[in-house]
């Protein structure tokens, strides 16, 4: 399985970015998938997840409110909305699955957000 994440950029404070995370191989309908970040000299962090059918998500309590998970298995794409950033936001955010797979995590893509 390959995840590809894109969308990340430059912006500033207060604005909005919209990640894709586009998969390969049908077992994207199946797992429950999330996105993770690390910011430099930090740990990789689960920042949302969401279930196989999109019923149900999860935030961590520093972005609930701001960001949106979302899945379209038909696309096999995942998507992660995020409004309101901050510049603690700024991080390389990553996709995987729940748990992660180690060989599932790809380049990501750099979110840095100007305060």
């Known amino acids: 399985v390959q995840l590809v994440e894109s969308g990340g950029g430059l912006v500033q404070a207060g604005g909005s970015l919209r990640l894709s995370c586009a998969a390969s191989?049908?077992?994207?309908?199946?797992?429950?998938m999330g996105w993770y970040r690390q910011a430099p000299g930090k740990q990789r962090e689960l920042v949302a997840f969401?279930?196989?059918?999109?019923?149900?998500?999860h935030y961590v309590d520093s972005v609930k409110g701001r960001f949106t998970i979302s899945r379209d298995n038909a696309k096999n794409t995942m998507y992660l909305q995020m409004n309101s950033l901050k510049a603690e936001d700024t991080a390389v955010y990553y996709c995987n699955s729940i748990p992660f797979r180690p060989n599932y995590w790809g380049q990501g893509t750099q979110v840095t957000v100007s305060s």
């Open positions: 969401i279930t196989s059918g999109g019923g149900r998500t």
């Open positions: 191989g049908s077992i994207f309908s199946i797992n429950v």
